[in-house]
């Protein structure tokens, strides 16, 4: 109910204002105040609608803006900002299985291997979001600039948020692959880097 009401597609808004329009041309043409004053009426609930839906995020706009902040405070080299971003018990993991725990620990590994490949650039692409149990689950491509290995690299992520007294926290990061060969095949030679 709330994406139908906070985060509704443009065009519904703008098809009822259309009619709303044509109901008040027309109330006015045959001067029938009822049909006039519906469409005024269906105007202002459409604007009403539109402006709603522009200025209430809803939780899974929340956490797609989350998600793009993440990724720039790895490029930006922001780690208390990342940090403040992960729930005490994130975990970091891959297809095969967990990594890291803690949120101290997915933040200093996250530092570590963000620093030994020097990430210059980072850009989230088809995001998709899904929400289950209250988890919305984000999952993206990321197109990523870096020093120490392959220029140009195109890796896709799963994130995990859960909502918290503090807001929206990722629980949980998940690489799932890099040039759409699986996280398990390529992880070890990603952390390796070209030092």
């Known amino acids: 109910m709330n994406d139908l009401l906070f985060d509704v597609s443009w065009w519904i808004p703008a098809l009822l204002a259309v009619i709303a329009i044509s109901l008040v041309v027309n109330g006015d043409k045959r001067q029938v105040s009822r049909v006039r004053n519906a469409g005024v009426g269906l105007l202002l609930v459409a604007v009403g609608w539109a402006l709603l839906s522009y200025f209430v995020d809803t939780d899974k706009e929340k956490v797609n803006k989350q998600t793009h902040r ?34 101290d620990l997915v933040s200093t590994y996250a530092q570590t291997s963000a620093e030994r490949i020097h990430v210059t650039s980072a850009t989230v692409r088809d995001l998709t979001d899904e929400e289950h149990d209250g988890v919305i689950a984000t999952r993206f491509s990321l197109v ?17 948020w859960e909502k918290t007294t503090a807001g929206w926290k990722a629980s949980s990061l998940r690489l799932i692959s890099i040039r759409d060969v699986p996280s398990d095949d390529l992880f070890r030679e990603l952390m390796k880097g070209k030092h």
């Open 70 to 103: 993440l990724i720039k405070d790895v490029v930006d080299g922001d780690w208390a900002d990342f940090r403040s971003h992960l729930t005490v018990s994130a975990t970091f993991a891959t297809k095969a299985g967990t990594v890291v725990t803690g949120g």
């Open 144 to 160: 990523s600039t870096q020093d120490a290995l392959t220029p140009i690299e195109t890796s896709t992520w799963e994130f995990d």
